[in-house]
């Protein structure tokens, strides 16, 4: 199925943002720093298995709950 890393990051950015536009930014920059691109993938973008839990693993270093 593919475009759920587009889905898992856009989850983590709202749920830790809340809206807040600075929070947006620098969620953000951590996960480019992290090494991923949030602009990046698109909901076209192949479901890699490996970069799936690889921002699983940044959601819980970020404390966003993904249930």
Do not use: C, F, H, W
């Amino acid at each position: 199925m593919a475009g759920q890393i587009k889905e898992l990051i856009d989850t983590i950015i709202a749920k830790r943002s809340k809206g807040l536009k600075g929070l947006i930014y620098t969620t953000k920059a951590k996960l480019l720093l992290k090494g991923i691109d949030p602009d990046g993938y698109n909901e076209a973008s192949d479901d890699n298995p490996l970069i799936l839990e690889r921002i699983r693993k940044i959601a819980v270093e970020l404390g966003v709950d993904m249930r």
